[in-house]
């Protein structure tokens, strides 16, 4: 199993930046990409950036320009760095990793982006 756990959501006005973390623990042999999806209430779960093991990224087209993935090998930490925040990136922001073709997810974080 593993475990993921989460930091740095929060509320932020339009135009401001937030930095997500999220730490992976137990099981980490084997982890190929790590990532954050996110869910706005009454939409579906969505991708908004991965990275493999090998630093590889992509990206939703929503959040090109101004997302940034990247991740601390030593640290199992992946983050992303939120800039040029809008109102509709409003959402729960899931932190997932995926090893040997198993997803796992953290708890969710609320990020809220007021106009």
């Known amino acids: 199993q593993v475990q993921l756990l989460e930091s740095g959501g929060g509320l932020v006005q339009a135009g401001g930046s937030l930095r997500l973390s999220c730490t992976a623990s137990g099981s980490i042999f084997g982890i190929s990409a790590m990532g954050w999806y996110r869910q706005a209430p009454g939409k579906q779960r969505e991708l908004v950036a991965t990275?493999?093991?090998?630093?590889?990224?992509n990206y939703a087209d929503f959040v090109k320009g101004r997302f940034t993935i990247s991740r601390d090998n030593a640290k199992n930490t992946v983050y992303l760095q939120m800039n040029s925040l809008k109102p509709e990136d409003t959402a729960v922001y899931y932190c997932?990793?995926?090893?040997?073709?198993?997803?796992?997810w953290g708890q969710g974080m609320q990020v809220t982006v007021s106009s």
């Open positions: 990275i493999t093991i090998g630093g590889i990224t």
């Open positions: 997932n990793s995926r090893r040997f073709h198993t997803d796992y």
